[in-house]
């Protein structure tokens, strides 16, 4: 998840009713989509892991009973992210910026920060970090940013470049220069002045035309996630230090069956927090349902050392095609606490 191309901020955590021209509907009120989503997102072969993070944080700050804070408030800020470290879980995009949050610097540099952001998607994988903002009313990039390949940028230079005078002067998030641009409403931001031109453009293949990645997103869309993360690509498990590391897999890995893809859902019932866990099996199996069952039910996660009953309650586990999806409860409100497993490529979310 982390890159020498932009600072990974620790983790604390596009769009109107009707369908813009050229523009899919993915944020605001009753239209947050993640398929949708991927309809924004740049799509390309890579050998390593595409990683796609997707929220609705207008919905988000409704569930966590907030409003969301008048832009420049730095108090207010605070107070809004601390807000989703609970029940309420949103994967905050690196690309968003939220470590300059309540500094005021990214609106400083780009003339909007993530308070003035209504939904967003982005997608990573080894080369590509590209992001997607829906903003609200009123919202939008300032005069003057500088242009070069069809592109503005956040800075003078060249796409990728290391920019000595905003990170001297702590002036913003994008210490890189970073091409961005504006459609409807929304802004793009990139580390390739290609995929923003690309995206303005309509040009270019899109992450909604990848299989695995499309029927995970709508297994969670089903669920009405508000916020999810999905990783595609080689999710083998990597077994921790053992005497007899084929004794480690056997005993820690609970999923044979290959997968290509897995999407974590954060979601509601009621008043009660409920994470889904989506996987796109690659190949036919009689017990995959067992598979995912005993994967949440009996399995012990790697890096805590502790029994994954002891972290969520298992609802229940369904099977929709190639796509198998859990239910679960997080037993303490922590609904952060199967992303974090993700991040680590743990039991359960990797298979042998």
């Known amino acids: 998840m982390s890159s020498n191309f932009w600072p990974t901020p620790a ?13 899919s509907v993915f944020g605001s009120e009753d239209d947050f989509s993640i398929s949708d989503a991927l309809e ?27 409003e969301s804070p008048e832009p420049g408030d730095s108090d207010a800020a605070g107070e809004w992210l601390r807000g989703f470290d609970g029940p309420v879980f949103v994967p905050f995009s690196s ?19 993530v308070t003035e952001v209504s939904a967003f998607a982005g997608v990573s994988d080894p080369e590509r970090r590209f992001v997607v903002e829906e903003l609200r009313d009123g919202a939008g990039l300032k005069d003057g940013l500088p242009e070069r390949d069809g592109v503005r940028q956040t800075a003078e230079g060249e796409i990728g470049e290391f920019d000595a005078g905003s990170a001297d002067s702590g ?10 641009e504006e459609k409807n409403g929304r802004v793009a931001f990139a580390n390739q002045a290609g995929l923003v031109r690309d995206w303005k453009d309509d040009d270019g293949e899109r992450l909604s035309d990848h299989d695995a990645l499309g029927a995970v997103a709508e297994a969670l869309d089903d669920a ?27 005993l820690e890995c609970p999923i044979s069956a290959e997968f290509d893809a897995v999407g974590v859902g954060q979601a509601f ?40 009953s002891d972290l969520v309650d298992l609802k229940s586990v369904e099977s929709d095609g190639d796509v198998v999806t859990a239910e679960l409860a997080p037993v303490d409100d922590r609904a952060d606490v199967v992303y974090r497993m993700l991040v680590a490529r743990d039991v359960p979310l990797a298979h042998c």
């Open 11 to 23: 983790v604390v955590a596009v769009v109107a009713a009707l369908t813009l021209s050229g523009c």
């Open 40 to 66: 924004e997102l740049p799509y390309a072969e890579t050998d390593g892991l595409v990683t796609v993070e997707v929220a609705d944080l207008d919905r988000a700050t409704e569930l966590a009973d907030m």
């Open 95 to 113: 690309l968003l910026g939220v470590q300059y949050l309540v500094t005021g610097q990214g609106r400083e540099q780009v003339g909007f920060d």
């Open 171 to 180: 002036d913003g998030p994008y210490v890189f220069v970073t091409a961005l």
């Open 224 to 250: 009405e996630s508000y916020a999810a993360t999905l990783v595609a690509g080689d999710l083998t498990f990597a077994p921790s230090v053992a005497a007899d590391p084929d004794v480690s897999r056997a």
């Open 269 to 308: 019932d009621g008043d009660s927090p409920r994470i889904f866990v989506s996987y796109h099996f690659t190949g036919e199996s009689d017990d995959l349902e067992k598979q995912v069952k005993a994967a949440w039910s009996d399995a012990e996660v790697a890096q805590l050392s502790r029994p994954v």
